[in-house]
């Protein structure tokens, strides 16, 4: 169930910031992980200490209801881990899980959970074990049954989240063992580990969470390396699990922090400040509306300064299903018209780089092929199309959000689009009002003819497929929320564009089943020859720390490799110290 | 029973401003383009959505909701936040939000006084001189500059530059007195430096009168020394329109606050109201607008009272 | 009582810097004070007398205020005593009582505060006995009801009740010499006897000097044993006070006492008025300052400055054609 504000659903605020982030670009090199840091010698690890970090997203809750956006989930992802984590290298591993092993035809689906070293569960702060049982009652809770069980004596429904779409291909969940789930889908899917992964999002709390919807989203148990000490909407204070699972490669305990606070602080210039006055010991930016500060701080010698790579793709989508975006010469007028490369000069401050594809150069689903690059001819030409077979100028209205940097991108492309002679205006809603009545109003109708959203990111296609099918309870599917997907109770968010593209939806299908690079690039050519998305500009997110702060980036996996530095929802904070 | 009237006299008018302000608002609230129960619950059900509007008392006329509301407002039942979902209480934000900010309002005064007293009256003892007007030019320079300006400097250059002080954050009393002191100096400060500035010109009228008054010649003419004069005679009636500005900047300050705590990350009621209305809180809103209207009275109020204190002129007429 | 006056003024002037230049207020002055004596000085506004009274004090602040010459009080010379020094003889030694008793008094602290400020401070003594004191004082004065009038504020008494306070204030730490500026000026005209009766009262009983400053003849005359007459700054004729009445030389002197309202006056008859304004204090001239509006004036008198003759011991004038002698 979606909330009425952007804060509260995974999607809102990948939404959310789409739209402010949306309209950026810039000419910088993609370099994942790029730093200016300084390497952390061989000190060794000071046991204890606390620390702030500054976040710019608050804390609504922590059941599924509540979706945490990126800054906030960082806060999350210190008590709870992942079923699979992802290398500095790319590679997506299993965490939680041991491994995951699947049929020949990518239906069926083997999870085996991982143990201590001893043999023993790995424990929740609860002291549940983290078990068969343990990933079922997540399942069951992440795909809305434990909803529709509660739904009677639960009215406040704070089961429900948007992540149940994403696993709406999952058909049942069953126990093997204690330490097997068997899983099987509908369709098959070569890229569940990912999906699993999911950006960090798909994380496991304890069993005993999901008893009550109230304390299920004021209580946050995990089996990360801390525990919640104590939460309100702007602020997270975490503090070190004795009992954590995980030691360090010389065998000492970890971690080594005593207590996190996460702080919520909405001005950017108060997290620069904050960080180098020294109230802040790190705090994370977005380079979707920070570009200046990140920029700052990349050369600023008082800082260590980490950088995601441009894993993060704000779009222009065009609703395929109204004018003028049911045809494709408008779509292409607009695309064409983009000029991403004075962007980047104008509006990234050097930080974020041209779009080439939907995708970023290190999704798997990265082509060029057919990607419209800025040609204000073809624009024009594509115009006129639209014009002798409609009769009517090419002119369309998007919302935008009402803050002042987004209002500043609204304007830039405007201006952009005149220059092509397409009459582009907004509209300044709240991003939540965009969101919601946007794409979204089920039943009402389709208000938008196009919106700026960051829906797609990351280097797997696993979770931007959801946005791209056009169902997500394929026909047929015995999924128990499919039901409910059918009576218009829960939101599908998806096919953002209302495509009805049959060779686009084969395609889908095709990559999912085999999970190749090369088919998944198949999908990304039919999009940008359909132009049904436009990009102008990668973005990506840094943490920027105090000199004083050791050990980002050097958090060892349970499956080996190391955790990268940032990510878009914050650091791993388990072998960071602070001296 | 005279001395009662003048006094309930008062009330009813406290009473009569806090009630049409809040009328209004909520009159306002009404117009809105969307209805607040679609924003609210965007995916609700119909049987959902009547139950709110009962709740919000938005199926009755515009008096009677108001009359309602006002009857939860008065008892502390003053709705619930329902960006999370209505987990929490308005009441809880206010009761942990009100009092930072009160605190801070509090210092700030205090500085801006402690600055201004000194400063009011030596300006005056050297009117004209050259120290006069350079400490009256760089004051009126100050107070021209908007106080987050100030914040902003002040941040960049002590606490970034020297780092002689915190940036960020709040520090309760009870759980480190230092810290609570050391983290709002800036803030304080901030807002502060405005106060001052109009203070010490205030002072500095009203002391300069004051020693041409007679009165003053006379008690020199008892052969007091200057500081007594100063102290006994010459401040107390020039402080009688310093007690009123200040009583007044109360309620100004409750909207500086907004600002600053922002800036500083203050978990204070100035970002309670900042934070609403980016998350269009509306119900909480009507609340904390409410209590604001009713912290202006208040002060306002204070303010008479102190100056019939102070001025016993003043007192027949009260 | 001792032979030496009291209080001596030697060439006493006083100028304030203005923005046309300096102003002359007050021009040479030689004046005495006897011990126990009782002197008034009379002048219309502007001619210097309250700048005198004030001056010689010290009260004039020092910055605007230059003053020279010397003031010799009990055989000290104030004139060159810094502020600190002097402020050991106000209260004690010299004291005043001001026009306004409205304005002169601390419009937000009680009677009582004010009245045992001094004793407090400069006499050191207990608040007990300073408030006894006080209540004798105000009894002293003939204030009805001291203990209550102690616990109000100026504002809740009437004109004359708070001249004969502040006159109480005045004499609380018995002072030697007193300045009285304009005491009955703010006063109706019967309150002005009752006052000026109560302040002759108290010189006698306390064997004080004391210095009248007014523009009303009538004010001193029964209440003073010499007078002198300023007129722009400068003393234009002294005599005992008998002799003045009698036997007043300087014409400016005629004019004054013309210009009394008396009860026997035909009703209707217009009140005979002194044309013409007092000369610019910024530019002073050469000649008598009074020849522009001199009814017997010639060109001598304003050609040369006439100097301060003595006509009779104690009786001295300044003009070239005084009343009663030769034109």
Partial sequence: MFQRSTNRSRVMKRVGAGIALALLASTVPLAANAANTTSSAADKPVIGGKITVGVFDTFPGFCMKQILANSALGGARSITESLFERTSNGKVVGFLLKGASSSADFKTWNLEIRKKADGTPIQFHDGVAWNADALLANFNAIRGLTYVANISKDTEKNFLGSTAVAVGNIV???????????????????????????????????????????????????????????????????????????????????????????????????????????????????????????????????????????????SLWFNTSIAPFNNINARKAVSFAINRDLWAKTRGNGINSAATSIVGKTNVMYSTKNFPTFNLAKAKEHAALYKSETGKDLEFVFPSSNDSATR?????????????????SYNEETTSDIVNKGFFEAGVGLKYQAAFLLTLEGIDAAFNYIFLSPNMFEAGSTNPMAGLARLGKIDTLLNITKHTDAQLNTLLQAARASGKAADYKLVTERIQEQAYIANIT????????????FGVGQTKLAAGGSAPAVFNWGTNWTSVWKK | MNRALPILRRLGTLLAVIVLSTFFLSCLLRLLPTDLVDMILTMGTPEEKAALRRTLYLDRDVFTSYFMWFKDFIRGDMGLLYGTGGGETVWSHVTRSLPISLLIMLYTQIIALVIAVPLGIFTAYRAGKKSDRVISNTLFTASSVPNFAIAFLLIILVGVKLKWFPTLEYVGFKDDPFQHFKHLVLPCVSLGVGLAASYTRLLRTDVIAALKDDYVTMAASKGLSDSRILLTHVFRPASVTLLTAAALNMGALIGGTLVIENIFAIPGFGFEIAYALATKEFVALQSFIAITALGYVIFNVTADLLIGVVDPRTRGSR | MSNNP?????????????????LYAVRNIDIDVADG????????????????????????????AHRSGTVIYDDHDLSQTPRKELREYWGTGMAMIFQDPMTALNP????????????????????????????????????????AVMEKYPFQLSGGMRQRVMIAIALACKPRLLFADEPTTALDVTVQAQVMQLLSELRHEMGMSMVIVTHDLGVVAGHTD???????????????????????????????????????????????????????????????SFASRCPYVTDKCREATPPLVEATPGHSYRCWFPIGGSR
């Fill in chain 3, 37 to 64: 004596e009782s002197l008034g000085i009379v002048g219309e506004s502007g001619s210097g007398k309250t700048v005198l009274s004030r001056g010689a004090m010290g009260l004039l602040p020092k910055r605007a």
């Fill in chain 1, 172 to 314: 049942s969940t069953t126990k093997v063992d204690d330490y097997n789930v068997k899983v099987t889908l509908n369709s098959p899917q070569a890229d569940l580990r990912e999906l699993m992964y999911a950006s960090g999002r798909f994380f496991m709390r304890s069993p005993g969470q999901f008893a009550d919807s109230k304390t299920c989203a004021s209580t946050l148990i995990g089996t990360g390396p801390f525990k919640q000490k104590s939460v309100k909407e702007t602020q997270l204070v975490v503090e070190k699990n004795k009992n954590y699972w995980r030691k360090d490669a010389a065998g000492n305990k970890l971690p080594y922090l005593d207590q996190i606070t996460f702080k919520y602080v909405s001005e950017s210039s108060a997290r620069v400040n904050g960080l180098k006055s020294g109230s802040l010991d790190a705090a994370q930016f977005s380079s979707a509306a920070e570009t200046t500060q990140m920029k700052d701080l990349s050369s600023s010698k008082a800082v260590n300064y980490f950088k995601t790579g441009a894993e993060f793709f704000p």
């Fill in chain 1, 538 to 549: 990668y973005q990506s997110y840094a943490m920027a720390t105090t000199k004083k702060i």
């Fill in chain 3, 226 to 288: 010499r007078i002198a007459v300023m007129y722009a700054g400068e003393v234009v004729e002294i005599a005992p006070t008998k002799q003045l009445f009698a036997n007043m030389k300087m014409p400016y002197t005629e004019a004054l006492m013309k210009s009394i309202p008396r009860l026997d006056s035909p009703s209707g008859q217009r009140l005979p008025v002194i044309s013409g304004r007092l000369p610019d204090p910024t530019q002073p001239e050469t000649g008598c």
């Fill in chain 3, 108 to 147: 937000v602290r009680k009677i009582g505060a004010q009245l045992t400020e001094g004793l407090r401070i400069r006499l050191q003594m207990s608040k007990t006995d300073a408030n006894a004191r006080g209540i004798e004082l105000l009894n002293r004065v003939r204030i009805p009801d001291p203990a």
């Fill in chain 3, 6 to 22: 009291m209080l001596s003024l030697r060439n006493f002037s006083v100028s304030f810097d203005t923005a046309r230049g300096p």
């Fill in chain 1, 408 to 424: 500043a991108n609204s304007k830039a492309f405007v201006s952009q689009m005149k220059t092509a002679g397409i009459k582009a």
